[in-house]
């Protein structure tokens, strides 16, 4: 599975045996083994453990808002053993110990889902959500010249919809058109021929999801900065404490520390606070958790590029290796932000997106992630080719790295203004507003239209 083991020699006069084509493809389809699977979980688990809340309980509905805080805190919990402890292991041990723990992990997990099966709320699969999609755009193409009807009870399944009619993307509105009259009844169950009210309104959620979608990408890419350039230049520093030398890669526990406690904070520090402030169930919308995301990604990278040219001047000029520590700013800045992206860019896509498109919600968040990465690989491209690798080259020192950085930065701010534009003008599909916990006892006590009277009296609810 694995060529022979190089002895000193060997290694020492550059005749080590390399792993042939066989041993290669063996390792390659394990690791796109785990991508596989990886996607499965990723895609589903966070959907799967929404279903668990009925959100029209406001108890539940309350828990819910804390779910994704506390999912990712458990991601984060994972993500820092394994740079902490997996890195050290594959370092000093061996990657075959690195690989059998995380599968180990994965059996004990796989064992604890099962157990819960008991207890877990299940929602029935509803066909695909690709086909729905696909069949509403190909029909509200096919009739597009139709005229529209005189009002929009007059489109198929107006009256069952389970999705409010809205006016928004009103050219998909064509799909739910009835063409012959003399066979509506017919025709209104071949899906082919019509489409009903409530998929046509299914397919506007997801395209109301790509501007924000659009919008969050350049977060990833800042984000991907701290598992390459940032690796590299710690390489360039000096990473020793005592007499222990610190890996390159651990110093990213950093970033996973600061997520664990921004998501800490946020759950009793800042939802609290901005409940008081907004006297909303959520405290913090999951578009302005996003915000401040962004704000933080911004802040990190012109953090970075000063700190970058500091480093390069003092060791070019002084010949001095500067503390790595001297990262940790822009790690914590970073993780601050993807505290609060990571859970409100998962939150607004599973909430605001279809009921039976939860996977689909959650794999158009996952990947915003990827193009993220994607969007990094193809700036060092052209950043390369439009600087003739003055900017970026291996050797930090001789190259001009806080440039890169300078330039994220300037892209994270116009990418902000962006992002404010489309979020200010996105309508939430369903928002509760309270002024606290007792008035939220109310709605278990059968009061919700005299507390809904209140708030008009206060002026805290519009009529």
């Known amino acids: 599975m694995r060529p022979p083991q190089c002895d000193d020699y060997r290694r020492k006069h550059h005749q080590c045996i390399e792993a042939n084509g066989k041993q290669l493809a063996m390792l390659y389809a394990a690791l796109y083994t785990i991508a596989l699977g990886g996607g499965g979980i990723k895609s589903n688990v ?23 805080n506390r999912f990712y805190f458990a991601i984060s919990i994972g993500s820092l053993f394994a740079v902490i402890v997996l890195v050290y292991v594959q370092d000093n041990v061996g990657r075959g110990w690195g690989y059998g723990i995380s599968a180990g992990t994965m059996v004990v997990a796989a064992a604890i889902l099962l157990i819960g099966t008991p207890w877990y709320r299940f929602k029935k699969p509803r066909g695909s959500p690709l086909t729905v999609i696909w069949r509403v755009l190909l029909l509200a193409w096919k009739k597009r010249s139709h005229p529209y009807p005189d009002h929009p009870s007059l489109l198929n399944e107006y009256q069952n919809a389970k999705v409010s009619h809205t006016e928004k993307f009103k050219c998909l509105d064509k799909a739910a058109i009835i063409e012959d009259n003399a066979f509506a009844n017919e025709n209104k169950n071949n899906s082919w021929i019509v489409s009903t009210v409530t998929e046509v309104e299914e397919v506007k959620m997801v395209l109301k999801l ?9 977060f990833w890419t800042v984000y991907s900065q701290m598992t390459t350039f940032t690796v590299e230049q710690a390489t360039f ?33 800042f939802v609290p606070l901005a409940r008081k402030i907004t006297h909303s169930i959520q405290g913090m919308t999951s578009l302005q958790r996003v915000g401040t995301g962004l704000i933080f990604s911004v802040i990190a990278m012109i953090v970075s590029a000063v700190i970058e040219q500091q480093r390069r001047e003092t060791s070019v000029q002084k010949h001095i290796q500067i503390s790595a520590f001297w990262l940790v700013p822009q790690y914590f800045l970073v993780g601050a932000g993807e505290a609060f992206v990571y859970v409100g860019q998962l939150e607004f896509f599973i909430r605001e997106g279809p009921e039976r498109m939860k996977s689909m919600s959650t794999g158009l968040f996952l990947s915003a992630i990827s193009m993220g990465m994607f969007v990094s690989s193809m700036l060092v491209s052209i950043v390369d080719k439009i600087t003739n690798k003055h900017w970026l080259r291996s050797n930090l020192n001789k190259g001009k790295l806080n440039n890169f950085y300078w330039l994220l930065a300037v892209l994270g701010l116009l990418n902000f203004m962006v992002f404010l534009f489309f979020a200010m003008k996105h309508q939430y599909n369903v928002q509760h507003r309270v002024k606290g916990d007792k008035e939220l006892e109310n709605f278990n006590d059968g009061k919700v239209e005299d507390l809904e009277n209140n708030w008009i009296a206060e002026g805290k609810m519009e009529l």
Do not use: H, Y
């Open 46 to 68: 966070s959907g799967f453990g929404s279903d668990q809340f009925d959100t029209s309980d406001p108890k539940e509905e309350k828990a819910m808002i804390f779910f994704f």
């Open 210 to 218: 790509l501007p924000i979608w659009a919008t969050c990408i350049l």
């Open 237 to 269: 520093m000096n990473r020793k404490i005592g007499s222990f030398t610190v890996p390159s890669g651990s110093l990213s526990a950093f970033l996973f520390i600061t997520i664990l406690l921004f998501t800490s904070l946020n759950e009793k520090v």
